[in-house]
């Protein structure tokens, strides 16, 4: 028994000893690996130090002190006060995994990332579980382009995994150095990253950000302050990025995704001039970028070195077009912000929605105070609208001490291709009547150039009459306080054809008249589409004047023309209506004399005045060609001789 016992201790002492030796050598090796890391960053010409290292080999727990990292040409210098990695094991050659690293007071600044910018990032503890990454980091690169430090990083962002990161608070500080840019501070709250591996994360989120910046306004100092809530971030893929990012993928035209939806919760933002902007909500989809387009380090190298000398106009134009590639090359599926609100010492504006989707931009549910009374307005819309388009116009219209061309100004037609405005009540001047708008809508398309060939507005509104205008006499005269308005006007060229239409024309004055018009032109060339006058009348010789159709239906136009003319005349209403009858009648025969077919278009007028509630119908059949150029002469001096190219029919019915 004796000796079996003195077998047992021996057996433990010798376990004991060999356990204590494996874990001696574990560490040594651990502690000889963390210093050859050490050594490869001093290698570059970097400063990089660390205090205590342990390791135990029990709980496999790495733990390191005190580290510090700065860059020969300090760009970004790096301090950890502890590390502490639990369950630290390698997997395979070049990678290391642990079920939890965490860092307690990691404190990044980066300097010299702009004149006499600066930043500062200070994370008090990350948590990191289930971490896989590689053992050594790759050579950082020999440039100190901000561009290639985040292609550095993110590299060695692609291979780290990590089923959670964890950081209950984030300090980030920023000054631009120069006065003009400002400086400030954002603290983000409850940040934590859901399964990241190889370059992309399920999800981000941070529960509260605040922020404070001190702007800069000519002849003051403004400091605004602002707290966003709930902010979520789903699919990021960072390689995307590091695609945009890399010079060798200037040939690729395909859109890499790199965010599937960022939304936020309420943000409230104020401002030491009084000024108060409240926001429900923000969502953002679907972000992609074209790396082909998408050159942001095009963008840094265009910015000057000195800001207080401000740019020449041909520098100013080259960062407009290098900023209309990177808007053409970002790709966002829609943008929402809801309930924005902003309170000023002149009263609380209001909009229910402002969203981006598919090229439309549009601001919904419009709620303003203005010294009139309050302005509602439900939508407004600018449509296929491109941020890329508007940075070229902008480029094109900046040429300092000069005044844009025609063919410049033109060229806003490709900003967008339409806008839309619903729903308006405002007040009338200082009256209480109001402005009633149910639609104007105005579209444009099928560009010649910069010209639109193809062109629609519609227009209904209610607009009250003004007594004070002389030229609205006859309305309020009449009683009529208010005016109905049916607008629908469209133009379209035709190329193959040649042939142009106004249609359709269509005018409701809703108690007084609706007119209907149809417009044809024949032989229209391409050519005639031209901010260039002498050009476009040159080519405007070869038009031919088509079909003319016309009708006006009477819903008390005319007798409002018999009342007014009875007031100048100072005779009663039948005398009036007769008086116009006969000076319509006046002229028949000779108009007859010229063209047969007019003297019973001069009938169906005068019928029309005679009987109320009437529709009068003309149309005009051109008789052969007839060059619009020459009719429009015959019409200033011999109306009567340019009707005589025309068969005329009319007629008047209820």
């Known amino acids: 028994m004796r000796r079996i016992l003195i077998g047992l201790i021996a057996l433990a002492v010798l376990a004991g000893g060999s356990w204590l030796g494996v874990n001696l050598y574990t560490r040594h090796r651990v502690t000889a690996e963390i210093e050859a890391a050490f050594d490869r960053i001093r290698a570059s010409g970097a400063k990089a130090t660390h205090g205590k290292v342990a390791f ?66 200070k994370i008090p503890q990350i948590m990191l579980r289930d971490y896989s990454g590689p053992i050594r980091l790759q050579g950082a690169p020999a440039s100190n382009s901000l561009v290639d430090m985040y292609r550095y990083a993110l590299d060695q962002y692609a291979g780290i995994a990590a089923s959670s990161v964890v950081a209950p608070t984030l300090a980030v500080s920023f000054d631009a150095g120069d006065g003009a840019g400002g400086s400030g501070d954002v603290v983000y709250s409850g940040l934590e990253i859901q399964k990241l591996g190889g370059g992309k994360i399920d999800a981000m989120k941070a529960d509260r950000a605040t922020y404070t910046f001190n702007a800069p306004l000519p002849g003051k100092q403004d400091k605004l302050t602002g707290e966003i809530s709930t902010i979520l971030i789903n699919d990021v893929d960072s390689i995307a990025i590091a695609a945009a990012l890399d010079p060798q993928n200037t040939n690729d035209d395909s859109y890499h995704r790199v965010y599937r939806q960022i939304s936020t919760g309420p943000y409230v933002a104020t401002s030491a001039q009084g000024l108060r902007m409240q926001v429900d909500g923000i969502a953002i989809e679907d972000i992609a970028v074209q790396p082909s387009k998408f050159r942001p380090a095009e963008i ?49 504006p209001k909009v229910r929605t402002i969203r981006y989707q598919q090229g439309e931009f549009a601001i919904e549910g419009l709620d303003a105070p203005t010294p009139q009374g309050q302005v509602k307005m439900e939508r407004f819309a600018l449509k296929s609208f491109s941020a890329a388009n508007l940075m070229r116009w902008a480029a094109n219209v900046s040429n300092a001490g000069q005044a844009p061309s025609p063919d410049q100004m033109l060229a806003l037609f490709r900003v967008f291709e339409g806008a839309e405005i619903k729903g308006v009540v405002s007040p009338y001047k200082n009256a209480r009547q109001l402005v009633t708008i149910d639609t104007i809508s105005l579209n444009w398309g099928q560009l010649v150039g910069s010209i639109p060939s193809k062109a629609n507005l519609v227009v209904k509104m209610v607009a009250p009459t003004d007594p004070a205008n002389p030229t609205q006499m006859p309305l309020t005269m009449a009683g009529i306080d208010k005016l109905a308005i049916d607008l629908d006007l469209g133009a379209a060229w035709t190329e193959s054809s040649s042939s142009f239409a106004l249609a359709p024309a269509t005018i409701d004055l809703g108690n007084l008249a609706k007119a209907q018009a149809r417009v044809a032109l024949g032989n229209v060339p391409r050519g005639v589409f031209t901010s260039n006058l002498a050009q476009a009348m040159a080519q405007a010789g070869e038009i031919e004047a088509g079909a003319v159709e016309f ?16 007031r100048m005349q100072n ?84």
């Open 571 to 654: 005779v009663g209403r039948d005398a009036a209506r007769q008086a116009i009858i006969e000076a319509i009648k006046a002229h028949r025969e000779q108009i007859a004399a010229a063209n047969p077919d007019a003297g019973a278009a001069v009938d169906a007028i005068a019928s029309f005045v005679e009987t109320p509630g009437q529709t009068l119908a003309i149309k005009l059949t051109p008789l052969g060609k007839v060059p619009m150029v020459q009719l429009v002469d015959l019409l200033n001096t011999t109306p009567i001789i340019a009707l005589a190219q025309f068969r005329i029919e009319a007629s008047t019915g209820l």
């Open 551 to 566: 009708s006006l239906h009477d819903n008390g136009i005319v007798d409002l023309a018999v009342a007014q003319f009875a």
């Open 56 to 121: 135990d080999m029990a709980s496999r727990t790495l733990t390191i002190e005190d580290i510090a990292i700065e860059p020969d040409q300090p760009q970004a210098r790096v301090r950890i006060a502890n590390l502490k990695g639990t369950g630290v094991r390698q997997v395979a050659e070049t990678r290391v995994s642990a079920d939890s690293i965490e860092l307690v007071g990691l404190e990044v600044a980066l300097e010299a990332i702009g004149p006499g910018k600066k930043a500062a990032y």
């Open 300 to 348: 840094f190298a265009l910015l000057p070195a000195d800001r207080s000398t401000p740019p020449t106009p041909a520098q100013s134009r080259e960062m407009l077009e290098k900023l209309a590639g990177f808007y053409e090359g970002l790709r966002v599926g829609k943008i929402e912000i809801g309930n924005l609100s902003m309170a000023t010492p002149q009263g609380t």
